[in-house]
């Protein structure tokens, strides 16, 4: 089990950042989230910069997609009990990894507006080291992979995305996304067009591994 090893000054803050959307338009972690998105990634960068001196750019940016994830985040709120915090709505079993998601990055922003950046960036490193350094071969994202494997296959052929128009509230979207390669297509869902690409190349990839 992982550890926080901070205690907020405003406990507003926290509250407010374990508050998703759904149950509460008005006063919920979005802002919060957006905060949150910011400093980890930046404070992962450094991370990663300073662990792997010998590394190229490349292989920095896909440990980097890897640990700011939202399976990672996911991961790392479970590991902190967040899960029995976050104050949500309705949620299908598709939707709770993006709600966790949320959530991390939102108590990350809240710690940052709660004790400042150096602060939120020591939290993130005793959290992300033990991550980072378990990837020892930078993994790449089923997007990256998908593409790979179709110009090999394909003589530098790139998979084709058709993105499609959202559905439910404004709020809270769904997006939906259509990948076709080597004759096959898939579809993949997500809160953003983001996540639904990733989700639609990962189910490819399935089909195409058959």
Excluded: C
């Amino acid at each position: 089990m992982m550890n926080l090893n901070y205690d907020f000054k405003d406990k507003t803050l926290l509250e407010l950042a374990l508050t998703q959307s759904g149950i509460d338009s008005e006063h919920n972690n979005e802002r919060l989230e957006f905060i949150g998105d910011r400093v980890l990634g930046l404070s992962v960068a450094a991370l990663l910069y300073d662990m792997y001196p010998d590394e190229n750019e490349g292989g920095l940016a896909r440990r980097h997609a890897f640990l700011v994830s939202t399976e990672t985040l996911a991961h790392v709120a479970l590991e902190l009990g967040l899960d029995k915090h976050v104050r949500h709505g309705h949620m299908t079993s598709g939707k709770i990894n993006h709600v966790l998601a949320n959530a991390m990055e939102a108590v990350l922003g809240a710690i940052f507006l709660d004790s400042g950046f150096e602060t939120a960036r020591k939290v993130i490193v005793d959290i992300w080291t033990e991550l980072a350094a378990a990837e020892i071969i930078a993994p790449k994202d089923a997007k990256t992979t998908l593409q790979e494997l179709v110009q090999k296959a394909n003589s530098g052929a790139l998979p084709k995305y058709t993105y499609h128009e959202p559905t439910g509230a404004s709020h809270n979207p769904e997006f939906t996304v259509t990948v076709t390669a080597l004759g096959k297509s898939a579809d993949g869902k997500g809160p953003s067009k983001k996540a639904a690409s990733l989700d639609a190349a990962d189910n490819l990839l399935k089909i195409l591994a058959i």
